[in-house]
């Protein structure tokens, strides 16, 4: 897998292992661009991110990684941003980095990835999760601040999957995305959850493809092993559904390379 952009580091407090050990497994892995794309700080959700204070040195630890190892991968800066209204802040927006990942991990304020809340799904409607999902996904593409959207059907993570077509439910986040100029990531984490499958799904996938959407890959690594664990697969599923090339960011501009 030539291309990794989104991975973390233990600046989120739920990840483990040093920042040099991600970089080791991903050039052992044979990865070419590493990206780390810690959760930006917001004043919501604190203890699952890193802090305002932190962001500089954050900075520093990739830039100082990137040059120590220059000359065997490529390392990259980015954020992973929960596109939370209300909540996100300008120092993360404009933050001087080379992507920034969209992502979105709460239904209004609940965290419906976060299985200390799964509970909450036997209060509602599936079909209305899965919508209100989408339209936040539909919102942030429009919002016009992201590089990247992250996971794009994180709302599958615990298997409550919802009765009506994924695709109708999807159509338009994905015009959205399209009209935005946005990529897509395939993201392997999906394979360590209930869900048992990368987001997105092979059938978004499909849809995707058809929108002469661009993808990108990412381990969404919370620990070195984790770096590169389905990139075969992934990378095979790209393929499989028509994708030949993916993308890679430098200073918030895309570039493709072949797969």
């Known amino acids: 897998m030539?291309?990794?952009?989104?991975?973390?580091?233990?600046?989120?407090?739920?990840?483990?292992?040093?920042?040099?050990?991600?970089?080791?497994?991903?050039i052992a892995s044979g990865t070419e661009y590493f990206g780390f794309s810690e959760h930006a700080p917001m004043a919501f959700d604190e203890r699952y991110r890193m802090r305002f204070d932190q962001m500089e040195q954050?900075?520093?630890?990739?830039?100082?990684?990137?040059?120590?190892?220059?000359?065997?991968?490529?390392?990259?800066?980015?954020?992973?941003?929960?596109?939370?209204?209300g909540y996100m802040d300008d120092r993360v927006l404009n933050a001087d980095v080379d992507y920034l990942i969209g992502s979105v991990h709460f239904i209004g304020k609940w965290g419906f990835d976060n299985p200390e809340f799964i509970g909450e799904y036997q209060n509602r409607d599936i079909d209305q999760i899965w919508q209100?999902?989408?339209?936040?996904?539909?919102?942030?593409?429009?919002?016009?601040?992201?590089?990247?959207?992250?996971?794009?059907?994180?709302?599958?993570?615990?298997?409550?999957?919802?009765?009506?077509?994924?695709?109708?439910i999807a159509a338009e986040a994905l015009e959205a995305i399209k009209k935005a100029d946005m990529t897509i990531e395939?993201?392997?984490?999906?394979?360590?959850?209930?869900?048992?499958?990368?987001?997105?799904?092979?059938?978004?996938?499909?849809?995707?493809?058809?929108?002469?959407?661009?993808?990108?890959?990412?381990s969404d690594a919370h620990k070195p092993q984790q770096v590169s664990l389905y990139a075969k697969e992934v990378v095979t599923l790209a393929k499989a559904h028509g994708f030949d090339k993916c993308a890679v960011f430098k200073e918030r501009e895309r570039e493709l390379l072949n797969i």
């Open 2 to 26: 030539r291309v990794d952009l989104h991975n973390h580091t233990t600046l989120c407090n739920h990840a483990e292992g040093e920042m040099y050990q991600y970089i080791e497994k991903a």
């Open 58 to 85: 954050y900075r520093e630890d990739v830039l100082g990684l990137r040059k120590a190892y220059a000359d065997r991968i490529e390392i990259l800066l980015g954020l992973e941003v929960d596109f939370l209204p």
């Open 132 to 168: 209100e999902y989408f339209d936040a996904v539909t919102a942030m593409a429009k919002s016009g601040y992201f590089d990247i959207v992250g996971h794009i059907d994180l709302i599958k993570v615990f298997k409550y999957l919802p009765k009506k077509d994924i695709r109708l």
């Open 186 to 218: 395939i993201n392997m984490a999906g394979y360590r959850k209930p869900v048992a499958e990368p987001y997105p799904s092979p059938l978004l996938l499909d849809e995707i493809r058809q929108r002469d959407i661009p993808v990108t890959f990412g």
